[in-house]
């Protein structure tokens, strides 16, 4: 079946610095990988569209500059939180689109937590 | 505005019985429909897709759309404890490059 990997799984880091989360599919290639962030109690909220090559079409209210994304190859993403701050502190998923279906296979997520 | 409404339950089935979680969506151009299964912790695990109106069946899981009234329903059979857990609905217009719309998901436990 189509696998997902994130990386970290776990992150805790102070505010003011900056983190990176990588996402990659393993057994697929993915022109389109998606970003969501999950509050405690709360369901996904669609962050970003990440496209391979181009920029990443962000969703209304997400500060671009704040979230970094970069889809450099066809299995991999990656967004670097930007001098993340105690609220940044969420569960980050991606999912991957594979190109052969209209199906979305998700990461583990990674769970951030600015100190 | 795009919007997908479920109950948040908690949704409480007895063992071996059939649970039933609906959810409705907004957006009328919405053809692709999902349901998750989420685990505490964990990131959602798709359990069924369904495309067409009427039911899709697999397994103990059966996925019911009806386009007209935005509705999309998943019935779970034969409920067992470790069916326990949060079930959500999710949306798209489809083509691949249209994120998903989720719901707020069902709390569903299923009672030994």
């Known amino acids: 079946g189509a696998v997902v990997s994130q990386h970290p799984s776990r992150v805790i880091c102070k505010s003011g610095t900056s983190v990176k989360i990588e996402c990659r599919s393993l057994?697929?290639?993915?022109?389109?990988m998606f970003w969501y962030r999950q509050f405690p109690k709360q369901s996904l909220m669609l962050m970003a569209t990440?496209?391979?090559?181009?920029?990443?079409?962000?969703e209304q209210g997400v500060e671009k500059d704040k979230f970094l994304i970069n889809h450099a190859s066809l299995t991999l993403s990656t967004l670097t939180v930007t001098s993340a701050h105690p609220e940044d502190s969420s569960f980050y998923i991606c999912?991957?689109?594979?190109?052969?279906?209209?199906?979305?296979?998700f990461g583990p997520g990674t769970r951030l937590t600015v100190l | 505005q795009k919007e997908v409404e479920q109950n948040s339950g908690p949704l409480s089935v007895p063992e071996g019985a059939i649970a039933s979680l609906n959810c409705t969506y907004s957006?009328?151009?919405?053809?692709?429909f999902f349901w998750y299964r989420q685990y505490s912790g964990k990131s959602p695990e798709l359990i069924m897709s369904?495309?067409?109106?009427g039911d899709k069946e697999d397994g103990r899981f059966t996925a019911q759309l009806n386009k007209a009234s935005q509705y999309v329903s998943l019935l779970i059979r034969d409920s067992q404890p470790s069916d326990s857990a949060t079930y959500l609905c999710a949306v798209n217009r489809g083509g691949g490059a249209d994120g998903l719309t989720f719901g707020k998901g069902t709390h569903l436990i299923i009672q030994p």
């Open positions: 957006d009328r151009g919405s053809q692709s």
């Open positions: 369904i495309y067409s109106n």
């Open positions: 999912s991957a689109r594979d190109n052969t279906r209209d199906t979305q296979y």
């Open positions: 057994d697929f290639q993915a022109t389109t």
């Open positions: 990440s496209n391979e090559g181009s920029k990443a079409t962000y």
